[in-house]
């Protein structure tokens, strides 16, 4: 149950539904019950398939961007699709950031970043930052 709760919470962390997936992570190592490398594939899985998910909404739904139930204000979807014409497609590697990372993704696909590129870089920064702060969590006990 707790590794459905922690994929869950790392999925709804990647869309832009407010969720706390590093909390429950650093909660579960702590509480030491699973191998932290489970608890690190688990939380990955769910958080690229969240980051997935916003990809697809701003591919699919990008024509009706500013409609009342587009789940990103204009304002906010503006200020990452200019991050990501600035940067390219390697601003896909602050994907994990607070606030920037999920209009990021969701930029991504309005944009039309083909999604193997966009799968391999969301990964490698999600999965990274999912390993750092297990191995300071680790590290802390």
Request: with cysteine; proline share 5%.
């Amino acid at each position: 149950m707790a590794l459905a709760g922690l994929f869950l919470a790392a999925l709804l962390a990647a869309t832009l539904i407010p969720a706390q997936s590093e909390a429950v992570l650093a909660g579960l190592i702590l509480a030491g019950g699973h191998p932290v490398w489970l608890l690190v594939l688990v939380a990955s899985l769910g958080n690229v398939l969240g980051s997935c998910v916003s990809w697809a909404l701003g591919r699919f739904a990008a024509a009706h961007a500013g409609a009342r139930w587009f789940p990103v204000a204009p304002r906010r979807l503006d200020q990452a699709a200019g991050w990501y014409r600035r940067w390219g497609r390697l601003s896909l590697l602050g994907a994990w950031l607070p606030i920037v990372g999920d209009p990021l993704t969701l930029a991504a696909g309005v944009l039309r970043e083909p999604f193997w590129s966009f799968l391999a870089l969301v990964t490698l920064a999600k999965v990274g930052r999912y390993l750092v702060l297990a191995g300071a969590v680790a590290a802390a006990q």
